[in-house]
């Protein structure tokens, strides 16, 4: 069997059904093998970088290993932006590239062969498993590993590039030796699990702070039983958007400076801190521990002892090691004697907070369109399945605030990097992770839709049910505050014109749609979301509009 061939049905054995690729040279055979399968399906983007984000969003939707493929050279180095994305979110990827002939590879050269590059050395620091095949009889091998390593621990991508030879090569399956992983040894806690039982029956007020651990460790059934047995208040970070429904009886909205202030009030006021696969971001704790009160207990899970560790003021009273599952199953188990109603009146007032401090303010309901009020629309039309995309900026914080997550619904965007640019491809692999089954709606910025605004493309081709709503607010208005709050005002870098989104939605065969008027707002969404067609539509919102900030 061809060996590209073989890596094709060994990622057909892994369930995976979506491929993203830009064909070229370099990965010829590889690219000509998944065209061919009945068991997946390819999605040709536009541009490396957004591949890779397209099966980012995949993965981080499904759980399973995010693939793509790339040719040699500049098709490599491309996706190397999208990886990345998944290197700091923690996302499973696996990135197969093509490579130059065997015979004229040259590592210490800058170039070689035909757009020859030496890939693998420049993406070692990005990648938790990286390898060039330089003998088609590994393949099997490489391949185990590259996989135990992007879901082992903290997930994360990996790559493999091999050469056109190589991947032209005939292999035997059955002969093809793989990677056996080490057992590693589990050291009892006991002990640490006991002091945690002790801190957290003597404290009054605890609150568990959580992220996309619980996710990545695939426990958030694990994480819904134990908050609802201790009955303990639980606020999320910008990644565990969506693990719980807004209107969850234990759901005290996102931490953060660009948060909720009922969560802020809530973590304030705190006197012990559970964190479960979260870093304590920076903007929850806040400058000499400003945001937390001066008493509070701390104690903190997380996989990664890099995060645990890493500079800053949080000094945990307990640290654990563990994976969010493992942690949360033993833990339940320590804390069996807990009573359900310890904290009642602890919840109750969280609950109080949480309706006296809605995020859309009703006097924002009004013209210019205020984005709050946007993303309170979306609440309240979207389907409980829908799927919902975010880019960088102000269209960030106005999802990230104002979504109430509802039903089946998921929300992804980019969340260490806060980049720009990632929401439309992120659309592609969202509506790919489905099957167009479910709708994709997208909100991005007029600023952050340009720089991978060529995926347009790929969802008009592949019509796909996305509905992609730009905030058109005359430009980067976060990147205008940040000018405004460190530089004094009034001096602002780079193009403050806009594009003209209905010739943009024309020349990318793309419906459109105009709102610049908040009494019709809700009429038009929902005229737009009861259709299957991507959809392309403009709001004009208020140029002058502030991001609510907690403190």
């Not at 759901?251 to 953060?256: I, N, Q």
């Not at 997208?442 to 996305?466: A, C, K, M, Y």
């Not at 193009?495 to 020349?507: G, P, R």
Request: hydrophobic share 35%; proline share 3%; aromatic share 8%.
């Amino acid at each position: 069997m061809q060996l590209s061939k073989y890596i094709r049905k060994y990622i057909e054995a892994k369930k995976i059904r979506k491929v993203f690729m830009l064909s070229g040279t370099g990965s010829i055979y590889l690219d000509d093998a998944f065209s061919k399968s009945k068991k997946l399906s390819y999605i040709c983007a536009r541009h490396e970088a957004a591949a890779v984000m397209m099966a980012n969003a995949t993965s981080k939707l499904t759980g399973n290993v995010g693939v793509v493929i790339a040719t040699t050279g500049p098709g490599g180095t491309n996706a190397i932006g999208g990886l990345a994305e998944s290197w700091v979110d923690s996302v499973p990827i696996l990135v197969i590239s093509g490579q130059t002939f065997s015979y004229q590879i040259s590592n210490k050269a800058r170039s070689f062969g035909l757009q020859g590059f030496n890939i693998i050395d420049n993406v070692k620091k990005i990648t938790k498993y990286s390898a060039i095949i330089n003998d088609p009889q590994k393949i099997k091998y490489h391949l185990d590993k590259a996989f135990y390593y992007a879901s082992e621990g903290r997930p994360g991508p990996v790559w493999l590039d091999i050469p056109m030879d190589i991947q032209a090569a005939e292999v035997k399956p059955n002969l093809l030796r793989g990677f056996k992983k080490k057992d590693k040894i589990k050291k009892n806690k006991a002990s640490k699990y006991k002091k945690l039982s002790s801190l957290l029956n003597n404290s009054k007020n605890p609150v568990i702070l959580y992220g996309q651990g619980i996710r990545l460790s695939k426990s958030v059934n694990e994480f819904r039983k134990f908050i609802r047995n201790l009955n303990i208040p639980s606020i999320c970070t910008r990644m565990g958007l969506d693990i719980l429904k807004y209107n969850d009886s234990n759901f005290f909205g996102l931490a953060g400076i660009r948060g909720h202030k009922f969560s802020q009030k809530i973590i304030k006021k705190a006197d012990l801190l559970l964190t479960i696969g979260t870093s304590i971001p920076h903007t929850v704790i806040g400058k000499d521990l400003n945001n937390l009160n001066k008493n509070v207990q701390i104690i903190s899970n997380d996989v990664d002892l890099n995060e645990l560790n890493k500079k800053n003021l949080i000094k945990p009273k307990i640290l654990f090691n563990e994976d969010c599952k493992t942690f949360l199953t033993t833990a339940r188990k320590f804390l069996k004697k807990t009573k359900n109603d310890k904290w009642s009146n602890w919840i109750n007032y969280c609950k109080q907070l949480k309706n006296n401090f809605p995020t859309l303010d009703k006097k924002l309901i009004k013209n210019p369109i205020n984005s709050y009020y946007l993303v309170e629309c979306l609440n309240i039309l979207s389907k409980n399945n829908a799927i919902f995309i975010n880019d960088a900026g102000s269209s960030n914080y106005a999802s990230s605030q104002g979504l109430k997550i509802k039903g089946d619904q998921r929300e992804i965007t980019s969340g260490a990097f806060y980049s720009m640019g990632v929401a439309v491809p992120m659309s592609v692999g969202a509506a790919a992770a489905y099957d167009n089954k479910r709708q994709a709606i997208v909100v991005t910025g007029d600023g952050s839709i340009e720089l991978n605004i060529q995926e347009l493309r790929t969802i008009s081709l592949s019509n796909f049910n996305i509905k992609i709503f730009v905030i058109n607010n005359g430009g980067y208005a976060s990147i205008r505050k940040s000018q405004d709050d460190i530089m004094s005002g009034g001096h602002y870098i780079d193009d403050t014109s806009v594009l003209n989104f209905e010739n943009i939605a024309k020349a990318f065969k793309i419906k459109y749609l105009k709102i610049d008027n908040y009494r019709n707002l809700k009429t038009k969404i929902k005229s737009v979301l009861n259709k299957k067609t991507p959809y392309l539509i403009e709001v004009i919102c208020d140029d002058k509009q502030k991001i609510i900030e907690t403190v």
